[in-house]
């Protein structure tokens, strides 16, 4: 069987860096060592000196709008996406048509992913019956085939239905990943109104809570507040809220996501809960629309924009480069913590599978959505100029995006 040997790689993972060479066969991380000797002819060689190596990222919000919405993104662009952006595991959120709500919905995704996806890509199942917040779904014969729970695009208004839903998925032993939005809010409020009620929930049914995207700095004080009293809560931010604040704000599509982008003093609150690690992950929120759904201005522009194909380039020149974190820290937001948060698997250890991903931190190019595998050109950070260019990722060992 060939192999394949990549030399003179820097490892990254959360916890540090080191330089070694990696030995991949049979779709599995085969030898980790300063220096692998004894291949044949017949073994690949890379030599990536100079470059970073990390097991592959994993994005636990992501909408790939099959089935559905395919003309929006497949499973097919929106995983070549990821692979394209050093991702080999992403989440599928449940805004489909039928919505993920049953065995029978989530297996129809299921076929198209076992079809087309050349990573691993994990469905999540709605918390409510076609996500229409009425109707607790049947959680127990869910949650084995499922990454989680979640309404996402709209909070569960009821609390009473959230409730019961979450004694359910706690039965279940699963999670609810939570967008949380109060309608009746109406302001920036209504995302840490809501915020603040899951919280109590989760404490009161034992039900893990997840809180995706989050925005403002009201939410990063209940979530400090939530840790300290030791309950079983976890958060996810996105790029553009940790680059971005209203000041940067054009009326323009691009910018349209929900929830908004908020203010300079929300921004500087995310940094700060990134820095102190109340911030547990980095998410895209990678939603895809057709270019007539974003070129209808601010207002009218549908909300979601692209974000996998950026994030790792995007974070790194925004983030590292300017100091804010280590770049193992946001290894440890982009790859290690969703995996641990949400059970996905995957280390950067021998005899695991070969999901990795190689970037070269010296490159230097404009984000230009020409370039996408995404449907979707929709992209707040296009002609930005940043470092960090993926050049290889590999699923179970085998190539499934290049430039080297």
Do not use: W
Not at 9 to 32: F, N, P, R, S, Y
């Amino acid at each position: 069987m060939n192999r394949l040997l990549l030399k003179n790689a820097t490892l990254v993972t959360g916890l540090g860096a080191k330089v070694a060479d990696v030995m991949i066969e049979g779709g599995k991380i085969a030898q980790i060592a300063p220096a692998i000797s004894g291949f044949s002819s017949s073994d690949r060689i890379i030599d990536l000196k100079g470059k970073m190596l990390s097991y592959g990222f994993a994005d636990v919000h992501v909408h790939f709008r099959e089935p559905g919405f395919s003309y929006k993104e497949t499973i097919a662009t929106g995983s070549a996406a990821a692979a394209r952006g050093g991702y080999t595991c992403v989440c599928t959120m449940p805004n489909l048509e039928p919505a993920p709500d049953s065995l029978e919905n989530v297996a129809l995704q299921q076929r198209i992913i076992e079809r087309d996806a050349v990573i691993d890509v994990r469905p999540f199942a709605s918390i409510t019956k076609s996500r229409a917040g009425e109707e607790a779904v049947e959680a127990v014969a869910l949650a084995p085939v499922v990454a989680g729970f979640s309404d996402d695009g709209c909070g569960v208004q009821s609390c009473a239905v959230m409730k019961e839903a979450m004694e359910r998925i706690a039965a279940a032993g699963s999670l609810v990943s939570a967008h949380c939005e109060d309608t009746s809010a109406g302001d920036a409020l209504s995302e840490s109104a809501e915020l603040a009620r899951n919280i109590n929930l989760s404490a009161r049914t034992g039900c893990r809570l997840h809180a995706c995207h989050l925005s403002t700095k009201e939410s990063m004080v209940l979530m400090r507040q939530a840790k300290e009293r030791g309950l079983s809560v976890s958060c996810e931010t996105a790029p553009h809220y940790l680059l971005f604040s209203t000041d940067d704000v054009k009326d323009e599509g691009r910018f349209k996501m929900n929830p908004p982008i908020g203010t300079p003093a929300d921004h500087n609150a995310l940094i700060a809960a990134l820095q102190d690690g109340i911030i547990d992950a980095i998410a895209t929120d990678h939603a895809p629309h057709s270019e007539e759904e974003k070129s209808r201005g601010f207002k009218k522009s549908l909300s979601g924009i692209v974000g996998l194909e950026t994030a790792f380039a995007a974070c790194y020149t925004g983030l590292v480069l300017k100091g804010v974190i280590s770049l193992e820290r946001l290894i440890d937001l982009l790859c290690d913590a969703p995996r641990r948060i949400f059970g996905l698997g995957g280390a950067l250890e021998e005899g695991q599978s070969a999901d990795l991903t190689v970037f070269d931190l010296d490159r230097e190019y404009v984000i230009d959505p020409e370039e996408f595998a995404t449907k979707g050109r929709s992209c707040p950070f296009t002609g930005m100029k940043v470092r960090g260019r993926c050049l290889l990722t590999l699923y179970r060992g085998e190539i499934v995006y290049s430039e080297i």
